[in-house]
């Protein structure tokens, strides 16, 4: 299977901070990267797919990028509403597996 | 609006069974593969399960493979899934999800999660 690792595990930012959330996969997955957002006692919400499109109703502030093994989730100006776990995933091959997630926390 | 709504969760024994259900609505139902994912107290998330549009597909993690069966009774707009011979790693709460066509396993719509919890 097919191993994806984020970084950092945590992070504290201010509002208004530019975010970057990275994410490796143990091998080459192409562009199958998605991203979710959770936040505590609700279901992930889907935010990007195939690395770098954005789902409707997501706000642009929030991009993806990537290819092969190496991933990120920027966002460009943290807003209160962004404060949450991000969990990558690939949908590459084999069963699809999720990263360890990245909480983000107020500074 | 896209709904999914699951029930069935509770507590059960080591070695018991449960039946977790799906209901979908806003959407035709039996055009989409539709997933289970879990995630347990405290940690990040599972895929379980996943079954194809009209039912004649299913795929499983190896972790619940011979114990949960995933099935869908598309006139009813209903996913289900099939708990058996449950150990406490399986203590999570179980969501449905809707995977975004186009052939690869993106869960595009979940639904609120039920709490199934494996205890004596």
């Known amino acids: 299977d097919i191993q994806m690792t984020q970084s950092p595990s945590s992070l504290s930012a201010s509002v208004g901070d530019r975010v970057t959330i990275t994410c490796r996969a143990s091998?080459?997955?192409?562009?199958?990267l998605n991203w979710y957002q959770q936040k505590p006692g609700k279901a992930p919400k889907l935010l990007i797919h195939d690395s770098s499109s954005l789902q409707s109703g997501v706000p642009s502030r929030l991009s993806g990028s990537g290819s092969g093994t190496d991933f990120t989730l920027t966002i460009s100006s943290l807003q209160p509403e962004d404060f949450a776990t991000y969990y990558c995933?690939?949908?590459?091959?084999?069963?699809?597996?999720f990263g360890q997630g990245t909480k983000v926390e107020i500074k | 609006e896209v709904q999914l709504v699951e029930s069935g969760g509770g507590l059960v024994q080591p070695g018991g069974s449960l039946r977790l259900s799906c209901t979908a609505s806003g959407f035709t139902f039996r055009n989409y593969w539709m997933s289970w994912v879990r995630q347990a107290p405290g940690k990040g998330l599972e895929w379980v399960a996943n079954i194809k549009q009209d039912g004649s597909e299913e795929y499983y993690v190896d972790s619940v493979k011979g114990r949960f069966t995933i099935s869908r009774d598309n006139a009813r707009n209903s996913l289900f899934l099939q708990m058996n011979s449950l150990r406490a790693e399986d203590t999570a709460v179980y969501y449905c999800?809707?995977?975004?066509?186009?052939?690869?396993?993106?869960?595009?719509?979940w639904g609120q999660g039920t709490l199934v919890t494996v205890s004596s």
């Open positions: 995933q690939q949908s590459y091959i084999g069963p699809p597996t």
């Open positions: 091998q080459s997955i192409s562009s199958y």
């Open positions: 999800a809707r995977i975004r066509p186009g052939g690869h396993d993106v869960f595009e719509y």
